[in-house]
Every structure is written in C-alpha cells, then in structure tokens.
C-alpha cells in the first residue's frame, strides 16, 4: 500500500528552482506535522525542514533562505520549495511524519550539476 508518494525531482544547474511535492494519505496527513528529509550518496538520512499542522515551520541550517516548506491541507500535500540549488542539495528526497513516521516511500531525486 502506497502512503507516500514523492515528485518533482530533476536534473537543474546550480542556482536553479525546483518544487517538489509530496502526496500522503488521509490517515498519515491528518493532524501531523509533515517533514522533508533527503539523503545523499554514501550519508546518512538528514531532517530538512518540516511544518506542523497548524503551519509552524522549521529548517535546517543548510535550507534556511533558500527552501520553503507549505502544505494544503485540504490536497493532503505537503510541498518544498527549492531555491538557489547548490550541488550539495543532490539527495534523494523523501516526506514523512516527524512523529512516529511511516514506512518510507520512494523518494525523488534532485540532481544540480552543471
């Protein structure tokens, strides 16, 4: 059973836009704060940002001023916004619950190389 469901990776130059997307169920949306995680070739899963169900947000300090996290409440999607892409932002990127998450989904690649 498909929970979660990741989109809107590519391949972009450095300082390029992207926005990703992340459809979750009724059951795993519902009442939670939402996050975006990535994880890039050889490291660890990391937190990047996440936003709560009232719309508090958070960010880690490598997607402060660049990423923007929203979610529409009534599409059960939560969304990142990506900007002034830099190679290090390469990862696959996944959504989850910040509590208790669910299993994880298959992610979408972000890819910025020149």
């Known amino acids: 059973q498909v929970q979660l469901v990741e989109s809107g990776g590519g391949l972009v130059q450095p300082g390029g836009s992207l926005r990703l997307s992340c459809a979750a169920s009724?059951?795993?949306?519902?009442?939670?704060?939402m996050g975006w995680y990535r994880q890039a070739p050889g490291k660890q899963r990391e937190y990047v940002a996440h936003?709560?169900?009232?719309?508090?947000?958070n960010y880690a300090d490598s997607a402060k001023g660049r990423f923007t996290i929203s979610r529409d409440n009534a599409k059960n999607t939560v969304y990142l916004q990506m900007n002034s892409l830099k190679p290090e932002d390469t990862a696959v990127y996944y959504c989850?619950?910040?509590?208790?998450?669910?299993?994880w989904g298959q992610g979408t690649q972000v890819t910025v190389s020149s």
């Open positions: 936003i709560t169900s009232g719309g508090s947000t």
């Open positions: 989850n619950k910040i509590i208790h998450p669910n299993s």
């Open positions: 009724r059951s795993i949306f519902s009442s939670n704060a």
